[in-house]
């Protein structure tokens, strides 16, 4: 009784703690402190209270003399007590092995933007500086068409000479199914290889079979450029589907390719960008009403045989069409007995022969009759024309 009498005395007197009271009370704060920054995961949550012990309470003198002696180890006490709380996983390895990892993630993704980034200026560079020097070629040859489209820019002349300048050659008409950029001989060789590649895949697609292609009626780009139009049908999905394979194959290849979903199938007849000296002039657009006539024209069909890899820079050939690299043939274009269409065609094409020839044979005559002095003449001119012909077939 006394000493609990002594210290109620003691702890109302301003008086300076022993040293190893001191001591403990810094430890309990730091320790305190320290609970406090620990994670959540890692704070230790005491038991819950057990039923208290059969026996004696122990005297309040000794339980405060075992939490403030100096001599007792708390640290100690608490890892051999059952209640004390686990050891920190956190605390038993070093912090850089926590943090390396999210940092080196963060390096890597910035590092894979960076490549990212750098592929799409590379790739942009690219686009900007190209310029398409080749393309695919369906070369138009059927005699009908061609009669067809040289008679509408007849008709064309006539109302606006100025557009002579814009008229593209017959030797020249075609169907564009690709464009490209081969800068040197190399990338002309891979594209000759891609070409060749594209063969089996549209005779796939074919399955043994012409494609027809009908052409009917006209229409511009931009009032800039004239053209004769694809007619609807089937054989645009068949087109369609075959500017894509060339496509899709030449840039597997490497060659960079014009965009195939601008591509739209058209036989051109006049750009006013052929000539400069038509804008100078004031030709800036192409009047409607010069092909008014021609809107639903029927100007024929052509059958897909031939696809070239054409320049549009090198020299042309003498017949007109483009320089040609290589050319793969889909077929043949008179093979095999002809259909019900081929052989209207050709009843066509001869009728149309015997109707020509017989018109300039009376023209002739009827010039002859008017001039009665040339008739004899010419008839000998003939006649010595025939039998040196003759001769010639003897040898």
């Not at 230790?44 to 403030?68: V, Y």
């Not at 074919?206 to 054989?235: M, R, S, Y």
């Not at 020509?356 to 003449?377: D, R, W």
């Amino acid at each position: 009784m006394r000493v609990l009498r002594l210290l109620r005395l003691l702890r109302l007197l301003p008086l300076p703690l022993p040293r190893g009271l001191r001591l403990g009370k810094l430890r309990a704060s730091a320790g305190l402190a320290s609970a406090a920054r620990a994670p959540a995961a890692c704070r230790w949550t005491p038991p819950r209270p057990s039923a208290p012990p059969s026996g004696p309470e122990p005297r309040p003198g000794l339980r405060l003399g075992l939490a403030s002696s100096p001599g007792t180890r708390p640290a100690t006490a608490a890892a051999a007590s059952p209640d004390a709380p686990p050891a920190c996983a956190a605390t038993m390895e070093r912090p850089e092995a926590v943090t390396d990892e999210p940092q080196i993630n963060l390096k890597r993704s910035q590092e894979n933007e960076w490549v990212k980034s750098d592929q799409v200026k590379k790739r942009k560079k690219k686009r900007k500086d190209y310029q398409p020097n080749y393309f695919l070629s369906i070369p138009i040859t059927d005699k009908e068409i061609i009669k067809g489209i040289k008679i509408l820019q007849n008709a064309i002349i006539q109302q606006d000479e100025r557009l002579a300048k814009a008229m593209v050659s017959d030797g020249s008409f075609h169907i564009t199914l690709l464009v490209m950029q081969l800068l040197n001989e190399d990338e002309v060789n891979i594209g000759i290889d891609a070409l060749l590649e594209l063969k089996p895949f549209i005779e796939e697609l074919l399955q043994g079979k012409h494609l027809t292609l009908p052409f009917q009626g006209i229409g511009t780009f931009g009032n800039q450029v004239g053209f004769v139009k694809l007619a609807e049908g089937d054989h645009v999905n068949s087109l369609l589907e075959i500017a894509e394979t060339a496509n899709r194959t030449f840039q597997e290849k490497g060659i960079l390719v014009g965009e195939s979903r601008s591509f739209k199938p058209h036989l051109t007849f006049m750009k006013l960008s052929k000539s400069l000296w038509l804008r100078k002039n004031g030709v800036k657009k192409i009047d409607p009403d010069l092909y008014e006539k021609f809107i639903s024209h029927r100007f024929g069909e052509e059958i897909l045989y031939r696809i070239d890899l054409c320049s549009m820079l090198k020299k042309k050939q003498s017949n007109g069409y483009y320089h040609c690299e290589s050319s793969i043939v889909i077929g043949e274009k008179n093979g095999g007995e002809p259909d019900d269409a081929e052989l209207v065609r050709l009843s066509k094409r001869l009728v149309e022969n015997a109707v020509l020839k017989a018109v300039q044979q009376y023209l002739e005559e009827t010039q002859n009759k008017n001039k009665p002095g040339e008739g004899s003449s010419v008839k000998t001119e003939a006649a010595d024309q025939n039998g040196n012909d003759n001769e010639n077939n003897r040898k």
